[in-house]
């Protein structure tokens, strides 16, 4: 069935420290892994993407990386600010058509 | 180039009522799919339109419908409200050409509460 799964659902940090979030996914034809951040009273908005043909992408202070073998993909956020804090979600295609998200994972930002 | 529109951004009916949310998309895309967030389930899929046809469907009840117009906007139907109704909706457009996932953007979303 189509599934993905993230973890933390939490996570607290010290400003400037790295915050990473990780996502598994049970569809094998998936190969779109978009991250979105979710701000309080706004919709989700897409922050990075990765495609099945290549195992990283950076874009300043966030990267993601790709396992295909194992079936996980990681968002990665370096040098935090209080501005990051937000619900992060992961997705991935199932049926290579429609986008199911994980759970969501709560990230605050300490000063 | 403006953005994924939804409209009305608050909504308060009552159980029993029907509803219908608005989304326009972003200029030039065709695909316009529709999700339930709340803070137990997080974003569950309800169905996705692509040139005016239901290409996709989540696991909600048939009191869930939508249609898409030859503009590509698109309506959501709810009919006989019940409270775990309540919830944000949330549209995301994206090209959805060849049928293949995207960059699919959202818009603010439809506070729905139900009473």
């Known amino acids: 069935g189509e599934n993905v799964e993230q973890h933390p659902s939490t996570l607290s940090v010290q400003e400037g420290d790295s915050a990473v979030i990780k996502c598994t996914y049970s569809d094998s034809a998936s190969n779109y892994f978009p991250w979105y951040k979710q701000e309080l009273g706004k919709g989700p908005q897409l922050i990075i993407d990765i495609r099945s043909n290549v195992g990283e992408k950076k874009d300043q202070r966030i990267a993601v990386t790709l396992n295909k073998t194992a079936k996980h993909f990681s968002l990665h956020i370096t040098e935090t600010q209080p501005e990051d804090s937000a619900v992060y979600f992961c997705a991935a295609p199932h049926n290579t058509d429609k986008l199911i998200f994980g759970t969501g994972t709560r990230l605050q930002v300490f000063p | 180039k403006a953005g994924v529109t939804q409209t009305p951004r608050y909504l308060i009916k009552t159980r029993g009522q029907q509803v219908t949310l608005s989304c326009s998309p972003i200029?030039?895309?065709?695909?316009v799919s529709w999700y339930q967030q709340t803070p137990g389930q997080g974003l569950q899929f309800l169905f996705e339109?692509?040139?005016?046809?239901?290409?996709n469907k989540g696991n909600f009840p048939g009191r869930f419908s939508g249609r898409q117009f030859s503009n590509s906007r698109s309506e959501m139907n709810v009919s006989t409200l019940e409270l775990g109704d309540s919830a944000l909706y949330l549209c995301?457009?994206?090209?959805?050409?060849?049928?293949?996932?995207?960059?699919?953007?959202f818009g603010q979303g439809t506070r729905l509460t139900v009473v």
């Open positions: 995301a457009s994206s090209l959805g050409q060849g049928g293949i996932v995207g960059e699919a953007f």
């Open positions: 339109y692509f040139s005016e046809t239901q290409r």
């Open positions: 200029s030039g895309h065709r695909s």
